[in-house]
């Protein structure tokens, strides 16, 4: 994003140009920063040439998927849903893992049907039932066992997923009876050991740990791991200060670990590779003005984009046009939503607004769209993807036709 004459662009396109058009809210994802991530991703750790399995979570637009399903990747999915969206676009099954906490019988049974490469177990109760599903059906299922690494990803708590408090898969001893029992199973085939230790990490020192943790496991275990699925994790620079994850020094946190231990290495990046591809143009509605600060109502709510209200997520806002005169209050972006947590963002010295302004929130290509809700029986927002000049509706704007 850049101005142009003063104008706020998204690749070649004003925003004010695709707000008249398409209307507001809209998330608009920019195709050639799409790329770049992509590309950049798969660049940086070509050296042992991963399975590279897009983390549907992040972002379950099923266009989008096949955008990526054309540079190679597989995807991580969590649930049955993930997984049909993931199929229905394109993705080979034997790029597919299955990962989350909670399985569900007939989620397993849909897997085992769709011959996907991995089942990641998280208890010995989901191993048992895999087991007894694949009895049934006289299948062979390729399983891995989640280790929770009790590793601190020194991010938000709310997004931790690898401390000894988390729910996440199991904990070294238990890894290494279930390891033991299951090795010889003739119905689930234990192929992975896999490992996510949280979300928004921009430091690789994390990684270097949970490394060194998998490692003496492995070495406990005295097991030939296929693959080693490290989850995903990889931050973005929400904001200008924010540290950036250096890519290279976890390849090499990686190279020196399979110099170790020989086998397939799995990432699920979502965030790093779709988060700041996307931009939700709104609409300043009204303006109610306090001693000390201006509320800026916008079209936009906590429905459209919930991580700041979930857990205090920050997103930098622009001005859809370049003024120069600036506020002396601080302007306080909030929604329509009857919450008081409906709030993106309090800011200083923000530029002069008027009523029916454009704003946008920056970064929110994940976990935007893919967390929005109909909460106040509000419409989801119309999603856009742009190359240059040129405007592709990925989502159409949902209508109460379709609500009701």
């Known amino acids: ?194 490992v996510h230790i949280g979300s928004q990490i921009l430091d690789h020192k994390p990684y270097e740990k949970m490394l060194k943790v998998i490692y003496k496991i492995i070495k406990k275990a005295n097991f030939n791991f296929e693959f080693i699925d490290l989850g995903g994790g990889m931050g973005i620079q929400y904001e200008n200060n924010h540290n950036k994850l250096d890519y290279k020094k976890y390849n090499n946190s990686i190279i020196r670990f399979l110099k170790k231990y020989n086998s397939k290495i799995i990432f699920e990046p979502g965030r790093s590779i779709i988060g700041n591809t996307a931009s939700l143009i709104s609409k300043v509605t009204y303006i109610k003005e306090e001693k000390t600060k201006k509320f800026i109502v916008l079209d936009a709510a906590m429905n459209d984009l919930i991580r700041p209200a979930l857990y205090g997520a920050y997103h930098k806002i622009l001005p859809g046009l370049k003024k120069n005169k600036r506020s002396n209050k601080i302007y306080e972006f909030v929604g329509p939503i009857c919450e008081s947590t409906d709030k993106f963002s309090s800011i200083k010295n923000f530029q002069e607004l008027v009523e029916k302004d454009l704003v946008v929130l920056q970064d929110v290509g994940a976990y935007g769209m893919s967390l929005s809700s109909n909460y106040n029986l509000r419409l989801k927002p119309i999603e856009l993807l742009i190359k240059n000049t040129k405007i592709k509706v990925i989502r159409k704007r949902q209508t109460y036709k379709d609500l009701f």
């Open 1 to 194: 994003m850049r101005y142009i004459n003063k104008k706020l662009t998204i690749e070649k396109l004003s925003v004010d140009r695709i707000a008249k058009k398409y209307g507001t809210p809209a998330y608009c994802y920019s195709f050639s920063q799409f790329r770049k991530n992509i590309l950049n991703f798969k660049k940086s750790f070509n050296s042992f040439s991963p399975l590279i399995c897009f983390s549907i979570k992040s972002n379950s637009n099923i266009n989008l998927i096949k955008e990526i399903k054309k540079f190679g990747f597989g995807a991580d999915v969590v649930s049955m849903g993930e997984l049909m969206v993931a199929l229905k676009a394109g993705i080979h099954p034997r790029k597919i893992v299955f990962s989350g906490v909670g399985k569900t019988s007939d989620e397993i049974n849909y897997a085992i049907n769709k011959n996907i490469l991995l089942i990641n177990a998280e208890s010995q109760s989901e191993i048992k039932e895999i087991e007894r599903i694949a009895k049934l059906r006289n299948k062979q299922v390729q399983i891995g066992i989640r280790l929770n690494p009790n590793t601190d990803a020194k991010t938000l708590k709310q997004i931790s997923t690898g401390k000894k408090e988390n729910k996440f898969g199991v904990n070294e001893e238990t890894f290494l009876d279930l390891v033991k029992k299951y090795k010889r199973s003739k119905n689930v085939i234990l192929k992975c050991l896999s």
